[in-house]
C-alpha cells in the first residue's frame, strides 16, 4: 500500500490484511495509525511526531521506537517480538498495552498519566508502578513475577493476574477495586481488606489450591453477598477478618485453627479447636448481623446447641485470649 501521496492523511486503518511493509514517513500530519493484525517485520513512525495512537499489534515487529512520538496518549504494540520499549519520553501515554511480547524489562516510571496498562504473558519479573498513581486497569495474566506490589496504586478499579506466579497478593490500600481475576495461580496469601468490600463487582479466585484464607472486611458480609457468577472460590477457602500471613500492617491478629462439623446441621454441631486455650469465646450470628448464641468455650471439643433456632445460614465466630479468630458459616437445616 502505497501512501507516500497522502501528505494530507490524518487517520490511516488498514488493520488486519496481509501487509508486510508500510512506509508512512511523508505522512507527517498522521494522529491516528492503526495497523495491527498484519505481518509487518518492521514500523518506523519516527517522522509522524503529531501521532496520538498507534496500534500496531499482533505483527512481527522485533523492535519499535517511539522516542520521537511525545504526543502518543494510546499505544498498543502488544503480540509481536518486542524484547525492549522506551516510552520514557511518552509522558502523555494514558493506554498502553505491551502483552504477548518478549519483554524482560519495562520502565513506566516517566508515565505518571497512564491509566491502563496491560503487560500479559512477557517475561518480566519486576514492574514497579509506584509512580502510576492514576492507574485505573491492569492487566498482568501470565506473567512469571513472584511478587506485586500495588500500595500506591489508590485509583485501581480492575486488577487481572490471571495464571500469574504471585505466592501473596496485598490489595489494602486499593479502595476503588471492584474487579479482580486471580484465578489459576500460586496465591497462598490474599488481603481485600481495603475498607470498601461492597464495591466488588466480580471477584474470581478459583484453582488457587494454597489459598485457604482470604482477608477481608465483615467476613459474614463476604460470605453472604459474594455469591452468583461474578464471585467464585475454592471450596477450601473461606473469609476472615484476620489472616495471619496476609495481616496489613498495623493487624498481628492470627486465623483460628478449627472445624465445625456436621455442616450443615439439624442446630446441633461440634466445635474442634486446634488445641485447649485458656480464655475461648464463640458467637453466633444470623445474617443480619444480630447474635442468636454467646458462650464460652471450655474445651478442646465442644457440642453447641442451637435449640429452635430457625432453618438458614448463620456465622460462627471464634475468640481466644490469644488473639486468634475466625468466622465459619453454618447452615441449619
Same mark, same amino acid.
Given at each position: =500500500?502505497?501512501?507516500?501521496?497522502?501528505?494530507?492523511?490524518?487517520?490511516?486503518?488498514?488493520?488486519?490484511?496481509?501487509?508486510?511493509?508500510?512506509?508512512? /514517513?511523508?505522512?507527517?500530519?498522521?494522529?491516528?495509525?492503526?495497523?495491527?493484525?498484519? *505481518?509487518?517485520?518492521?514500523?518506523? +513512525?519516527?517522522?509522524?511526531?503529531?501521532?496520538?495512537?498507534?496500534?500496531?499489534?499482533?505483527?512481527?515487529?522485533?523492535?519499535?521506537?517511539?522516542?520521537?512520538?511525545?504526543?502518543?496518549?494510546?499505544?498498543?504494540?502488544?503480540?509481536?517480538?518486542?524484547?525492549?520499549?522506551?516510552?520514557?519520553?511518552?509522558?502523555?501515554?494514558?493506554?498502553?498495552?505491551?502483552?504477548?511480547?518478549?519483554?524482560?524489562?519495562?520502565?513506566?516510571?516517566?508515565?505518571?498519566?497512564?491509566?491502563?496498562?496491560?503487560?500479559?504473558?512477557?517475561?518480566?519479573? +519486576?514492574?514497579?508502578?509506584?509512580?502510576?498513581?492514576?492507574?485505573?486497569?491492569?492487566?498482568?495474566?501470565?506473567?512469571?513475577?513472584?511478587?506485586?506490589?500495588?500500595?500506591?496504586?489508590?485509583?485501581?478499579?480492575?486488577?487481572?493476574?490471571?495464571?500469574?506466579?504471585?505466592?501473596?497478593?496485598?490489595?489494602?490500600?486499593?479502595?476503588?477495586?471492584?474487579?479482580?481475576?486471580?484465578?489459576?495461580?500460586?496465591?497462598?496469601?490474599?488481603?481485600?481488606?481495603?475498607?470498601?468490600?461492597?464495591?466488588?463487582?466480580?471477584?474470581?479466585? *478459583?484453582?488457587?489450591?494454597?489459598?485457604?484464607?482470604?482477608?477481608?472486611?465483615?467476613?459474614?458480609?463476604?460470605?453472604?453477598?459474594?455469591?452468583?457468577?461474578?464471585?467464585?472460590?475454592?471450596?477450601?477457602?473461606?473469609?476472615?477478618?484476620?489472616?495471619?500471613?496476609? *495481616? /496489613?500492617?498495623?493487624?498481628?491478629?492470627?486465623?483460628?485453627?478449627?472445624?465445625?462439623?456436621?455442616?450443615?446441621?439439624?442446630?446441633?454441631?461440634?466445635?474442634?479447636?486446634?488445641?485447649?486455650?485458656?480464655?475461648?469465646?464463640?458467637? #453466633? #450470628?444470623?445474617?443480619?448481623?444480630? +447474635?442468636?448464641?454467646?458462650?464460652?468455650?471450655?474445651?478442646?471439643?465442644?457440642?453447641?446447641? =442451637?435449640?429452635?433456632?430457625?432453618?438458614?445460614?448463620?456465622? #460462627?465466630?471464634?475468640?481466644?485470649?490469644?488473639?486468634?479468630?475466625?468466622?465459619?458459616?453454618? +447452615?441449619?437445616?
Amino acid at each position: =500500500m502505497d501512501v507516500s501521496a497522502n501528505t494530507a492523511l490524518t487517520v490511516l486503518h488498514c488493520y488486519t490484511n496481509t501487509l508486510t511493509s508500510l512506509n508512512v /514517513s511523508a505522512n507527517t500530519n498522521l494522529t491516528v495509525l492503526w495497523c495491527f493484525s498484519n *505481518t509487518l517485520t518492521a514500523l518506523n +513512525v519516527s517522522a509522524n511526531t503529531a501521532l496520538i495512537s498507534l496500534r500496531c499489534g499482533n505483527n512481527n515487529l522485533s523492535a519499535l521506537d517511539v522516542s520521537a512520538n511525545t504526543a502518543l496518549t494510546e499505544l498498543l504494540c502488544n503480540e509481536n517480538n518486542l524484547t525492549a520499549i522506551d516510552v520514557s519520553k511518552n509522558i502523555a501515554l494514558t493506554n498502553f498495552d505491551c502483552g504477548s511480547n518478549n519483554l524482560t524489562v519495562l520502565d513506566v516510571s516517566a508515565n505518571t498519566a497512564l491509566t491502563y496498562l496491560k503487560c500479559s504473558y512477557t517475561v518480566l519479573t +519486576v514492574l514497579d508502578l509506584s509512580g502510576n498513581i492514576a492507574l485505573q486497569y491492569l492487566t498482568c495474566d501470565g506473567c512469571i513475577m513472584t511478587t506485586l506490589n500495588l500500595s500506591s496504586n489508590a485509583a485501581l478499579i480492575n486488577l487481572h493476574c490471571f495464571s500469574s506466579k504471585f505466592t501473596t497478593l496485598d490489595l489494602s490500600a486499593n479502595t476503588n477495586l471492584t474487579h479482580l481475576d486471580c484465578r489459576n495461580s500460586k496465591l497462598s496469601s490474599l488481603n481485600l481488606k481495603n475498607g470498601n468490600n461492597t464495591k466488588f463487582i466480580s471477584l474470581h479466585a *478459583t484453582s488457587n489450591p494454597n489459598l485457604t484464607c482470604i482477608q477481608v472486611d465483615d467476613a459474614a458480609y463476604s460470605t453472604t453477598n459474594w455469591t452468583g457468577a461474578n464471585f467464585k472460590f475454592d471450596a477450601t477457602a473461606s473469609f476472615s477478618e484476620n489472616c495471619g500471613g496476609t *495481616t /496489613s500492617i498495623n493487624e498481628n491478629k492470627t486465623v483460628l485453627a478449627s472445624s465445625i462439623y456436621p455442616n450443615p446441621s439439624n442446630g446441633t454441631f461440634t466445635i474442634s479447636l486446634d488445641k485447649n486455650y485458656s480464655q475461648a469465646s464463640m458467637q #453466633v #450470628v444470623d445474617v443480619l448481623g444480630k +447474635v442468636v448464641l454467646s458462650t464460652t468455650l471450655n474445651h478442646q471439643i465442644n457440642t453447641i446447641e =442451637m435449640n429452635n433456632a430457625p432453618k438458614g445460614v448463620y456465622f #460462627v465466630k471464634l475468640l481466644t485470649s490469644e488473639g486468634a479468630q475466625s468466622i465459619t458459616k453454618v +447452615v441449619v437445616e
